[in-house]
Each structure stands twice: as C-alpha cells, then as structure tokens.
C-alpha cells in the first residue's frame, strides 16, 4: 500500500469523495471483505458490494486475496493508498495556473503553487508507479516563529536570496540531456487547530486538566475562577492606489484615520508616544511602539489584569507605478468570548481596507470628519434590521455593489451616492463628498461616516436622529 496517491481522473474524484466511499477507504486501510466491511460500518451487505466495485473501477482499492469458504469465494480488498489528494488535473479547466498572477507576497499564489506541486509530483508518481520506479524527490519541512512583524520579512528577504545564489550556482541552461527540476519555497503561518484536536489548547487543556473544553465564562465570572484568554494574530495585506507618503498619512496620523477607520483619533509622532481612538465617548489608548515614516507605525494597548492587549503593526513598501502595499498585522490577547471576537475581527478587516482604497483613491490630499452614531435593536431578527436599512437607503434587496442609494436626514442635504461594499452585515455607499458606513450586528446598528465636504457641524446629531428614528 501506497503512503499517499494522487487522483487525477475527474470520475475517480468524484468517486472518493462519496460520504460512504470515503468512509470505505478508510476502513480498508487494513483488509476487508464486503461483509467484514458491512459489519464494521454498519451498512448492508449488497451495499458495501455495490461501492466496493464502484472504488476497485477507480483504482482506489485493489484486491489482496482471495478466500475458499466452502464453496465460495470471499474476495478481500484493501485501499491502493493509506491516504489521497486530488490533483487539480481532476479539474483542469478551472486548476490554479501560478504563472497568471506571480506575486511572492500572494497567499493565492502560494495556493497555486502548492496545487501545481500535487499536479506535477502526482503525475511523477503515477508515471514511476506504472513502471516499477521510484520518483526522485526532496523535501524540507519547518517551523519558525517571528516576534515582530518585520523579522518575518527580513527572514524572507535572505530566504530568497539564498536560493536565488543555489539557483544560480547549480542551474545548467546548455548541458545536453540535463533535466529540469522544480524548486518551490513557500512561507505561511500555521492556522490555529480546531478545538479539541491533538495539539489544540483545548485538548492541551483536557489533557492537563485545565479550563474544560466547555467553559462557561459567566460561570467564572461568578465564581471568581480566572479568566480563559487565547493569543491571536491576523495578518491583512493590499494593495493601494497611492504612494508611500500619502498611505502614512491616512494610517499613522489623527486625521488621516479619521478619514476611513472608525472613531475620533490622535497621534502623538513619535515612539512611546499616545495613540488614542474616540467612539461615543469611550476613550482607547495605547503606546506607540514604532515610528518610521514611510515605512512602520506599530501600537499596543496596556496589558490588563486577565493578559488581555492588542497591538497592531502597519508595515508599508512601495511599488513601480506609484501605488503601495500595505501589511498589518493585529495581534494580542482576547478574552472569555475569544472566538465571537476573533471572527468579528478576522471579518472586520477586508472591510476596512476597502474603505482605506476607497479614500485613497476618491479622495487624496483631503481629510475627513468622522461621524459616528449607535442605535440598540434589542432582540429585532437581523433580516428586519437589515431591511429597515436597505428601506432609509432606498436600496433593493439584496443589496448589490454600484446600486443606487438615496437618504434624507433631517436638516441635512440629500445623500445620493453608490454602494461599494455589502455583505451581511455592513453596507458602504461613497457620494461625491463623502463615505457612508452602515453596520449591524446582533443587538445594535453603527454608523461610521468620513464626511469631506462643508457644513459638517450638524451632521452626527442628525444621522443620530435618522438611525434612532428608522430603528422605532
């Protein structure tokens, strides 16, 4: 039995992925007959017979023996691998083709370069297979962690280098009969396991016999048991229609962030300088940690007493053209209702940064005044809160990216602008002077506007008015 096989046939995928095939293959790891199989998964015997040739067809299980029983036969099949990946040829028409869109700091790409591995060395493999040999190969697998940000990149920058110098030194363009070879370097942060999988701080947990798996937060709230926090970290990248300078404006100073982040803030332009960001009246501080214009802002926030901070890490490289990418890293400690936080902060940042292009790209050299209002929805299902605000914005439903959308606070000139952004739970219309932002979420609705045009004065009591009023 094969350690690891390739699929390459459409059919033969199709096949594997069946809920009682797959369940079949499994089981045949160690040898079975139909009606060990049938007794073993609980299936009937006709069944097992029926999905067993359907497999053997595919080459997915093969036959190992054969057993005189009296008068008859009992054929015993074991799989042909003891586990399967799926080559993107199953797919052709729509496999990953790195060469489209090469861009070393791409996740995607790095996708596409991995779904080229399986498809080449699956190949090799079913090649080597049919003729009695083995495929040349060599592998190396790793772990590394990185504090800040920035060594990350350094370590990426050398890695690149080194293999760059190998390929130079080693690479035969002329030689008659040289064969080609493929390198591939790849880089990512390793997910978070599921709760309660090996090496999962859940199972850690279990094993150590730690906070239980199923934790009630308010129970330790009462109790006084301490708190049940977990690290995080989520990187975002883009890239921005606008040069170095102009994206350190919008993303290290007070009014610059004013412009598309939420909230009032502040920046004190130095290291061990104050970072502060204003949302109703609730006042977040942190200390500014890095301060290298043009190039990195980082912050943090104090450490409370349960280990709970956020830092966030800004990292900016300008490319040919005059636009700019952008990396940040947000990373910390959350609290009892990590994963709810971790989500909606994991869901928050897409959002965000398209605001940012948004800015960027309609409205350069100008700065915005923020207007933010909150009203409570009580216990209103969301697809009534969302209607109400897709009615105040004379949008359709569902709602879709370059409708139309129209809305008439009290006192306030008319607003007509287009919808850039919808998904479940946010809305986001640009107008010829300003970016509106529209959130709901279980139990209240947001609004976060960046407002570049005059008479501003009485924009927020208003909007304020407009969202109590369609909520009543």
Same mark, same amino acid.
């Given at each position: ?31 079975? /007959? !139909?009606?060990? *199989?049938? #007794? ?5 015997? %006709?069944? @097992?017979?029926?999905? &067993? ?52 700091? /791409? !996740?995607?790409? *790095?996708? #596409? ?5 399986? %498809?080449? @060395?699956?190949?090799? &493999? ?41 390929v130079g030194h080693y690479h035969d363009e002329f ?149 700019t990418v952008l990396r940040i890293v947000q990373s ?120 570049f045009g005059p008479d501003t004065d009485s924009a ?13």
């Open positions: 039995m094969l350690n690891v096989a390739a699929i390459e046939e459409p059919a033969a995928a199709e096949a594997s992925l069946d809920p009682i095939r797959s369940r079949i293959l499994a089981a045949l790891a160690e040898p079975g /007959s !139909a009606a060990m *199989l049938a #007794a073993r998964l609980g299936l009937p015997r %006709q069944k @097992v017979n029926y999905h &067993l040739k359907e497999l053997e067809r595919h080459v997915l299980v093969e036959l190992a023996e054969e057993r005189r029983k009296g008068n008859v036969t009992e054929r015993v099949y074991r799989a042909t691998a003891a586990s399967y990946v799926i080559s993107p040829s199953a797919l052709a028409a729509v496999s990953p083709d790195p060469s489209r869109s090469p861009d070393q700091l /791409s !996740a995607r790409w *790095l996708l #596409a370069l991995g779904a080229r591995l399986v %498809q080449e @060395v699956g190949a090799l &493999l079913t090649g080597a297979s049919r003729a009695g040999r083995r495929v040349s190969a060599f592998g190396i697998d790793a772990e590394v962690r990185f504090a800040p940000a920035t060594d990350r990149t350094a370590f990426a920058n050398e890695l690149a280098q080194a293999v760059a110098a190998l030689t008659p009969g040289a064969r080609s070879h493929r390198v591939i370097v790849g880089l990512h942060q390793i997910p978070a396991a599921p709760s309660g999988a090996p090496g999962s701080p859940a199972e850690a947990q279990q094993k150590t016999g730690g906070i239980p798996a199923n934790d009630d937060p308010e129970a330790r709230r009462t109790t006084g048991e301490p708190a049940m926090t977990r690290p995080f970290e989520i990187e975002q990248e883009a890239t921005l229609p606008a040069s170095p300078e102009q994206v350190w404006e919008a993303i290290a100073t007070g009014p610059g962030i004013d412009s598309w982040f939420m909230g009032r803030n502040e920046v004190e332009p130095h290291e061990g300088g104050t970072a502060a960001m204003d949302t109703g009246g609730n006042r977040e501080e942190s200390v500014v940690t890095a301060y290298e214009p043009g190039k990195r802002f980082a912050t943090r926030t104090a450490t409370v007493e349960d280990g709970r901070f956020m830092a966030f890490e800004y990292l900016i490289e300008g490319r040919d053209g005059g636009s910390g400690v959350l609290g009892d209702d990590w994963q709810d936080e971790y989500d909606a902060l994991r869901r928050g940042w897409p959002f965000h940064l398209h605001t940012l292009r948004e800015y960027l790209a309609h409205f350069p050299g100008r700065t915005g005044i923020p207007v933010f209002a909150m009203a409570p929805s009580g216990e209103q299902p969301a697809q009534e809160i969302r209607a109400a605000l897709t009615h105040g914005l004379s949008l359709p439903s569902p709602v879709a990216v370059g409708a139309r959308a129209h809305a008439e606070p009290a006192g306030l000139p008319p607003v007509d602008g287009e919808v850039t952004w919808s998904d479940n739970e946010r809305i986001e219309v640009r107008t010829a002077d300003g970016i509106y932002t529209f959130h709901h979420f279980p139990g209240v609705v947001l609004m976060f506007h960046h407002l927020e009591a208003a909007w304020q008015q407009w969202l109590t009023g369609l909520l009543a």
